[in-house]
């Protein structure tokens, strides 16, 4: 999604203004999205949540399911709109996006400065005459900064789930137009694990506020079903266009 992200600086981007999104067609290429636990109470009716390995921290991180093959997003049509009534966070926020300072606990807000959004003619100004902030990119930090929050929340979450070896393989046989494919390569919660868990293991899980998102990530697997067809309507779609 991002192409060129630098920190946001009045320096190089005094005269930078950002023009309102018309459509999503940025994220048309895009099968997956990262989303934080906080939003799998709403995402869990229209799209499957599963877990990535991320073998560098040796954890998992979650994601939404948005398209069966890379590079297809199910849920963008022709004309870029968003065919759901839930749209995650990372796509939300963009052109926008937080990234590590190199100081632990500190972030830096920068831009997609290769987006076409990114212009000096049309939209909202980024910093005022006098060099300063203006309250729109104020709104972006604080946004961003809740946001970061939440990312916090679910590392603490995936990396309690990883410690209690929770994640297993998810390999789903499904059927599309006819034929049997497999849905592999991504993670999902144990649900036999979750159920043998000791009881003072099973507290301390509800206790950190982490069984919504688990029953939340176990019930959204369904919606893979919605994935198909979205998936067998897309030619009819495309051709009718």
């Excluded at 959004?117 to 900064?145: H, R």
């Excluded at 137009?177 to 000791?198: D, K």
Aim: glycine content about 4%; aromatic content about 10%; proline content about 4%.
């Amino acid at each position: 999604m991002y192409k060129t992200l630098v920190p946001i600086n009045k320096a190089r981007h005094a005269s930078k203004k950002v023009r309102q999104a018309e459509g999503f067609g940025y994220a048309a290429g895009f099968h997956i999205a990262s989303i934080m636990a906080h939003e799998f109470a709403r995402a869990a009716s229209i799209y499957p949540i599963v877990f990535l390995e991320d073998k560098a921290e040796n954890t998992f991180r979650p994601v939404v399911l948005m398209g069966l093959e890379s590079g297809e997003n199910l849920f963008v049509d022709t004309a870029g709109k968003w065919q759901a009534s839930y749209i995650p966070a990372i796509i939300r926020r963009y052109p926008f996006a937080l990234a590590s300072s190199g100081q632990e606990g500190q972030y830096t807000v920068c831009v997609d400065e290769g987006s076409d959004l990114i212009n000096d003619n049309e939209g909202v100004a980024l910093f005022n005459e006098q060099g300063e902030p203006t309250e729109s990119l104020e709104n972006v930090k604080k946004y961003l900064a809740e946001l970061q929050q939440m990312d916090m929340f679910t590392r603490d979450f995936c990396a309690a789930l990883t410690a209690s070896n929770m994640f297993t393989p998810m390999n789903m046989r499904v059927r599309q137009a006819e034929q049997i494919r497999n849905i592999n390569g991504c993670y999902v919660i144990n649900e036999e694990r979750l159920n043998s868990l000791s009881v003072d293991r099973f507290v301390e899980l509800r206790d950190k506020r982490y069984l919504p998102a688990i029953y939340a990530h176990l019930v959204s697997l369904a919606q893979v079903e919605r994935l198909l067809m979205l998936k067998d309507d897309r030619p009819a779609v495309q051709a009718a266009a």
